[in-house]
């Protein structure tokens, strides 16, 4: 509690206003009080400073290479060690965070149309209706600099332009990911071309000018600003600059200070890294075991992303600096992670992302601010769709029903809130390193990559399960097996036949009975999806469905099943959507 302490402290000094509360000590004892409650009855709205970064791991240790983001963001807050993404790609998975919705209910699922992309967002109305609106109808200033969504171009950029900002300035494809020929656009400007600068310089101007901006203009309203830079990203080049169809990718190209650092670093060799066995299903499945060419070129991949995210590294101090000399650093929430994970070499797998793996959907996640402990780490399940509800619980805004999130834990040990993620994906995957290309040079793509996914983390357990739009199925109990290696489903010839201490076909059913609901949940059914099964309330976990009393309920429920592979959410590809309710009567009734 030292640092809720120190926070407060700063916060009284900072503002006069908050000297004339009376009891800021009796609130901060009451364990009760969330960080919301701290702000709603104590003066100045805090500022929200948003740091999205772009495809950064969690698990192949990249936060071993960022000292200024774990001295100055994880050290001086709290560490989400449990953070996932709902879908491993970045547009649907920003466009999720930014709505609080789940990709099945906002429907952007890829990175272009039809399914995806800025126009998507904009068709399905999301443009009219997401956090800058809401947060500026709030009271809030909001500026934003840096990657929005995929297919953000410079040809519909204002058709219409993105609302929700006081200013924007946005990269923008096909120049989004031209690490040195980056095009931003301000407000409703023309686009601006940085051929030749640093795609990270560019934008540490901007957002540095921001923060200029957003304090000045903070009297009367707090400011929210997102910076998002594209590292480490991957790097796209167009051998014809004015042809889109003539791009590739390669590595991402960091900060000429920068060239050359960590030249002994390696993806970490953990037992999922090229396994001698394939692994998981359908088209990963298939993949060959990579060569040592393939292996030293994906290393070098690796040390390119850590040096690419070096340039963020030192944007981050300056954001604190600049914080801080303004004397607003302590009233200010300030936000880190990515829009997904990534995978390099883990099941054989080329660099990206795309899978249900935890390289995939494990993102690095921070908070620090006013009410925050330091240096702590919060074990619940955490995803990005909570992150809109985190945000209006700082800011004091009533919760909206169609949130399908809720707000993180402000303090640890807050167990018992959830234990499930859903992750759900529609479409295709493809590698971006340099060593699996299509003979004619381009990226690799596999079909099928339509899958909905669990991750059930609770007192005892910690199990992923998935279902594929070919019916495959995956297993995999992570206590015992943290790298995915083995499938426990019976469709996949295993011959296990307990989990968790009992029958694997009896916790299967409670896993697909949960993954039905939210599969196509909505608002209080994703936070609370246990309910929608049993009504009654009696039933919270997956440890209180394995009860006997409903194995005869359980077994007789409808399956999550595909009619066929869709690339898109096609309802009628998807299988039964409504699950049978429990009927059955509590023994505690009776007696
Ligand atoms: C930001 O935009 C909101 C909504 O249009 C407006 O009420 C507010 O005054 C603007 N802030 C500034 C500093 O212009
Ligand atoms: C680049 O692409 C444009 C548009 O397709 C084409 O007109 C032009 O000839 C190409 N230039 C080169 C050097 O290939
Ligand atoms: C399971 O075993 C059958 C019969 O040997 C085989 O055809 C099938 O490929 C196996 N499936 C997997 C996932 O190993
Ligand atoms: C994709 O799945 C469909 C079934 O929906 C199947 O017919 C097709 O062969 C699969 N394609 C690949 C490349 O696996
Ligand atoms: C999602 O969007 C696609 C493309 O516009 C559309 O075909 C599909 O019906 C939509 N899905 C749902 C469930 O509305």
Not at 53 to 60: A, K, N
Not at 210 to 225: G, H, T
Not at 257 to 274: E, L, S
Request: charged share 20%; proline share 7%.
């Amino acid at each position: 509690m030292k640092g809720l302490a120190q926070s407060l402290l700063a916060l009284s000094i900072l503002s006069s206003s908050v000297l004339a509360f009376d009891r800021p000590a009796l609130v901060l004892q009451d364990g009760s009080a969330t960080v919301g409650d701290i702000h709603r009855t104590q003066g100045p709205r805090p500022n929200i400073v948003f740091i999205l970064v772009d495809d950064q791991d969690l698990q192949l240790g990249s936060l071993s290479y960022t000292p200024h983001i774990n001295r100055y963001i994880r050290d001086q807050g709290i560490f989400y060690k449990n953070h996932f993404v709902t879908t491993a790609l970045c547009c649907p998975s920003r466009v999720s965070l930014w709505t609080g919705k789940q990709a099945h209910n906002t429907n952007v699922t890829e990175i272009y149309p039809p399914y995806g992309g800025y126009p998507k967002f904009v068709t399905e109305g999301h443009n009219d209706n997401w956090l800058p609106l809401w947060l500026q109808d709030a009271g809030y200033n909001t500026y934003y600099t840096g990657k929005l969504f995929n297919s953000h171009t410079v040809d519909n950029y204002h058709s219409p332009f993105v609302r929700g900002f006081n200013s924007s300035d946005f990269a923008l494809d096909p120049y989004t990911y031209q690490y040195l020929h980056p095009v931003y656009q301000r407000d409703q400007d023309d686009p601006v071309d940085y051929a030749g600068r640093h795609t990270i310089d560019v934008i540490r101007q901007k957002a540095l000018g921001y923060l200029d901006d957003a304090i000045a203009e903070s009297e009367d309203r707090p400011f929210f600003l997102t910076i998002a830079p594209i590292a480490p990203h991957s790097n796209f080049e167009m051998a014809n600059d004015s042809d889109v169809t003539t791009f590739r990718f390669s590595a991402p190209i960091p900060l000429d200070r920068h060239r050359g650092w960590f030249p002994n670093a390696k993806v970490p060799r953990t037992a999922n890294f090229n396994p001698d066995s394939p692994s998981g299903v359908n088209w990963i499945r298939t993949l060959p075991q990579q060569d040592q060419a393939s292996i030293d070129s994906n290393d070098e991949f690796y040390r390119a992303r850590l040096r690419a995210l070096q340039g963020v590294d030192e944007l981050v101090e300056d954001v604190i600096h600049a914080l801080d000399s303004a004397a607003v650093l302590e009233n200010t929430y300030i936000f880190y992670t990515s829009d997904n994970g990534y995978h390099i070499g883990q099941h054989r797998l080329h660099p990206g992302k795309e899978c249900g793996f935890e390289e995939d959907i494990r993102v690095p996640m921070f908070i620090r601010g006013p009410g925050i402990p330091s240096g702590e780490e919060v074990e619940a399940p955490t995803t990005h769709i909570d992150l809109a509800p985190t945000i209006f619980e700082i800011a004091g805004i009533p919760l909206r029903d169609e949130f399908d999130g809720t707000a993180v834990p402000f303090e640890p040990g807050q167990d018992g809130r959830k234990e499930h993620v859903h992750v759900e994906y529609w479409g295709k995957a493809g590698f971006e390193g340099e060593t699996s290309r299509m003979p004619n040079g381009g990226p690799v793509a596999f079909r099928n990559n339509t899958y909905k996914a669990l991750r059930v983390l609770g007192d005892g357990y910690n199990l992923y399960y998935s279902v594929w739009c070919t019916n495959e199925h995956e297993l995999y109990d992570l206590a015992t097996d943290p790298h995915e290696l083995t499938n426990l489903h019976p469709s996949a010839n295993s011959t296990a036949e307990q989990l968790l201490g009992f029958p694997i076909e009896k916790v299967i059913s409670r896993l697909d009975a949960l993954l039905l609901v939210l599969k196509s949940c909505q608002g209080i059914s994703c936070t609370k999806p246990w309910d929608v099964l049993h009504p009654a309330g009696d039933v919270q976990t997956l440890r209180d469905a394995l009860a006997d009393s409903f194995d005869v309920f359980y077994q007789s429920q409808v399956r999550v099943e595909y009619g066929w592979c869709e690339e898109g959410y096609i309802l009628e590809a998807e299988g039964a959507q409504v699950p049978a309710v429990y009927q059955g009567t509590r023994w505690s009734d009776w007696w």
